[in-house]
């Protein structure tokens, strides 16, 4: 039994970044390019940017405030804030969510750390296309590699939790999100110079409204989501290492700014690469790792050292951005551990991130070995994928706008989004109507859009 200590982020700076780490992932590098390229280009993003701004920012707002407000776990700030009967659950459901991320985002970790190692030994050079689906296709149900992966990867974000939240997380995020952002610039250099580019930057900013479907607009909410870990405990819980004087409207504005500025950067380093050697943006969920090496090997093939910097460079930071987003879905189960049960940090990390190893090992060879498997007619990593994802995050998101919007107190909440001062009746209104009204009711038609009851 141990005396709860409590961490913070030690700078305004600090808990920006750390946040910001946890929203870029491989959200933004993987699965943002995918779905645009799926959803028909710039009338995606324009609806995207919609969404973050309406749905997203206050919901981010929402959870920063009970967060901080509460000062405790994901699951304790809840009845702290005075939920009562079922609503006290609402957080546990978000950090449990999280933590089922976590076993297979943690599986998606380490194939990028083992296409790093690829890259820097100069393993993806030289390939037919073929080869590369070959490969990848060969890996992942490979029953020993993408393991040992998935210890590494999950060993190194155990050990950045283990440092704890300002020399851990703090100064991982301080450090990894700048280098980030030095090579995507980079990429994004390299990219959009290629000839042939051009067309790839007019598929992503200019938008065809002709294309948009009620499904592009659910697409789109779903992606913010995702994009900006809402709904999963990760904002709660760093919220409540926010110092006091954090203003809470401009961090969600930043972090929601960084997030979508990175995503995209990231539609500017593929799609005018793909356009270069004439590869379809909707590739599909193989666009990283099956057909971004053969794009970087085709557009630099006349500079093989490119080639091997560009690849090298670009797994670097898909690893590095999904190293501080599973650093942030680790968080939240340690924390509950820790405090609800009174097990020292040292302790809980290790028991948080065992249970994610055994599932995730589970994930990892369900895509192999495991593969004749099925619940719903899914092997278990796109089954925990489709819950995770596609059932539990919206729910979680719903679920906590209803209750700071109908349940928690309204002064408290005003106070906490204020930071103590008096913010303009109209601003209000417009945050209550947003919280209490319009975000469920998207959320709602997202959710019943996702389980195919519309049928888009
Ligand atoms: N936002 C992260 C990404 O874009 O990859 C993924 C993520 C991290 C989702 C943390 C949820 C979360 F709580």
Redesign the pocket.
Known sequence: MEQVTRGNFGSKLGAILAAAG???????????PYETGANGGGAFLVLYLCCVLIIGVPLMVAEFAVGRRSRTNGYRAFPTLGAKGAWKYVGFLCVL??WL??CY?GVVQGWTIEYVVQAGMNGLAGKTPADYAADFTNFVSDPVKPLLYLFLSMGLTLGVILMGVQKGIERASKVLMPMLFVFIVVLVGCSVTLPGASDGIKFLLLPDFSKVTPATFLAAMGQAF??????????CTYASYFPKEANLFGNALNIAGI?TMI?ILSGLIIFPAAYAVGIEPGAGPSLVFITLPNVFYQAFGQWPWLAYAFSLMFYLLLAM??LT??I??LE?PTLWIHEEFHIRRRYAAPIATAICVLVGIACSLSMGVWDGYKIGGMNLFDFFDFTT?KIL?PLGGLLTALFVGWKMDKKALLSEISNERVLPQTLIRIYYALIRVVLPLAIIAIFLNELGLFGF
């Open positions: 946890s929203a870029i992932g491989l959200g933004n590098v993987w699965r943002f969510t999280g991320i976590l985002y995702f994009s900006l870990s809402i709904g999963m405990g990760c904002l997030d995503a951005a999904a987003s599973a942030s879905l939240p994802a995050l």
